[in-house]
């Protein structure tokens, strides 16, 4: 309520927003969670609570007035259509340089990303967080991650015979070809529920084209996982469409944190405040690098270091199709779970996940999502004159992931006699380099924070997302930021917060 004293705020319902209220409530300690987008737990009028790629609706993105699909164009036609402006689950957010997709709702990113829980290989740890204890990562808290996030891999003789993973086999037999390591990706999807689907026996998620704007059965996110658990201890209480603008010192010791009310059209309807005696930043590593910026540069929090708003990398990604002949149909049902990648990382900085065109129409066409070894990284800066944060990143700056991810598919084209499609970005473009779903950095841990994610100069205020890590982590994220929370929270809790 507004104006209570509460011990801890955490700001934000992704993995390390959840990790933390999880671990702190089973010490006994009372969270309170603020999350700036919807819970998503209430059907709409068509009996389900998430819309299908296939026909985007109100509840599709964060308060556009039309669509803005990762892939635009289809056949070379432009593909987005106008919505209403609603509090929809997926963000694009637009800075200078590149579009930086997020989830909005009460389990964040995990609401709309395709659950695929990969840890990364050990011995490309050290680049991905430099200061963390390897060992104790492999050993303790990545277990404790894939174990609490409920990770699991596609049974591969089912693999080799189901319809809907044509696509992915088609991926397995051009990347074999040309000699390439093929490794199955686990996920966080229900694959016995999956299985089902293809026979069936259940209503069709995975199966039926159900993802980018969440499914509506079959993936675990963290509202079936970590926040089910949080909830259930009873010390954790939840304020969806609230969004927190300020965090600042209080007269009488801790913070106060000042948030908005939202309708579902985006209006202020109420503007609160509490005060805590610790606050959790897990706002994903824009919305926590953004606060920070913000409030060092206003003077809300002074002593922040000059390390707030730096090293913030796209974790490499950049997309892009092949055509394929005629005797390589990629099948006109596709999963929309990923389930395998092309590990070429070691020789040339790329893996690249075989991805689907849920189209419902043979394409034709192999999608991938590479994730490379990009060595840019932007800053965040305050920009008083407009009161925004801005991020310096350039569209150049995609070009090493460009010439990482060709160490696969020019090889692959040239022994299958193929081509790129250039039908998917608009603008006869190959290169989906305009976006990432993987933003990483902003708050770096033993930079901007201590190392256990402390923030310097300011006592008693936390980073413990992916904020923390430095840009790259040369898979797909959220199992290391799982991971990286645990580890973090349970060291805080043992030194008694
Ligand atoms: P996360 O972004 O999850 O949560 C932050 C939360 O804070 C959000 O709910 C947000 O609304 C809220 N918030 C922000 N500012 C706020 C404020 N001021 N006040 C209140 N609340 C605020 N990763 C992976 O490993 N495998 C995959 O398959 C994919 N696929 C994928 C697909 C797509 C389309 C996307 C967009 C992303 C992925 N990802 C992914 C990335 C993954 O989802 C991402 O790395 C994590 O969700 C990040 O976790 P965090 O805890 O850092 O923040």
Redesign the pocket.
């Known amino acids: 309520a507004d104006g209570a004293r509460v011990p801890v705020v955490v ?8 990790v933390a209220a999880l671990r702190l409530a089973q010490a006994g300690v009372d969270v309170h969670m ?4 919807m819970a998503w737990d209430t059907p709409g009028s068509d009996g389900k609570i998430f819309c299908n790629t296939t026909a985007p609706d109100y509840r599709s993105y964060w308060l556009r007035t039309k669509t803005k699909q ?1 892939l635009s164009n289809f056949l070379g036609f432009p593909i987005d259509r106008n919505i209403p402006r609603y509090t929809g689950i ?2 694009a957010e637009e800075f200078g340089g590149i579009t930086v ?18 840890t990364p290989r050990r011995e490309n740890f050290g680049a991905v967080l430099p200061s963390v204890n390897a060992d104790e990562m492999y050993d303790v808290y990545y277990p404790r991650a894939n174990a609490g996030l409920g990770v699991g891999t596609v049974d591969p003789a089912w693999f080799d015979t189901a319809a809907c993973y044509q696509y992915a086999r088609v991926g397995r037999k051009h990347a074999q070809r040309s000699g390439f390591p093929f490794v199955f990706v686990p ?1 966080v999807y229900d694959w016995d529920y999956m299985a089902r689907e293809a026979a069936g026996s259940v209503t069709k998620s995975a199966l039926a084209g159900e ?2 704007y969440g499914n509506n059965h079959g993936k675990k996110s963290l509202q079936q996982t970590y926040l089910a658990r949080a909830k259930a201890t009873g010390r954790v209480s939840i304020s969806p469409l ?4 300020s965090v600042s010192p209080a007269g009488g010791g801790g913070y106060t944190v000042v ?1 908005e009310q939202i309708d579902t059209g985006g209006g202020v309807t109420a503007t609160k405040s509490v005060t805590a005696d610790r606050v959790f930043f ?7 690098s ?2 920070l910026v913000k409030l060092k540069a206003t003077g809300a929090l002074p002593n922040l270091n000059a390390e707030v708003g730096k090293g913030w990398g796209d974790n490499g990604n950049v997309m892009c199709g092949r055509a394929n002949h005629m005797w390589d149909p990629t099948g006109p049902l596709q999963s929309s779970i ?1 389930c395998a990648g092309i590990d070429n990382w070691a020789a040339g900085g790329a893996f690249a ?1 075989v991805a689907p065109l849920p189209t419902g129409i043979e394409t034709y066409a192999s999608f991938y999502l590479s994730i490379t070894r990009n060595p840019n990284r932007a800053r965040f800066s305050w920009n008083a004159a407009a009161s925004r944060v801005e991020l310096d990143w350039q569209t150049s700056w995609k070009q090493p992931s460009i010439a990482m991810a060709k160490t696969i598919f020019d090889k692959i084209n040239v022994k299958e006699g193929t081509i790129y499609r250039t039908d998917l970005f608009g603008g006869y473009k190959i290169w989906g380099d305009h976006l990432t ?4 950095g902003g708050a770096v841990l033993n930079k901007a924070t201590d190392d256990l994610g402390r923030l310097h100069g300011h006592p008693g205020l936390y980073v ?4 923390l890590i430095p840009g790259n982590t040369s ?7 799982t991971a990286l ?1 645990e580890r973090n929270i349970e060291k805080i809790i043992a030194a008694g917060l």
Do not use: C, W
Request: charged letters at 10%.
């Open positions: 700001i934000g319902t992704g993995y390390g927003g959840s603020i999350e700036m987008g990762p997926l963000d997709y997020q989830g909005r709702g009460v389990g964040g990113g995990s609401l709309v990303n395709g659950g695929m829980a990969v996920d993802i980018l609230h969004r927190v603008t948030m897990a706002a994903g590593s824009v919305g926590t953004k606060l990923p996940e779903y993987h933003p990483l413990i997302d992916g904020a898979v797909n994220p959220f199992v290391t930021i929370a």
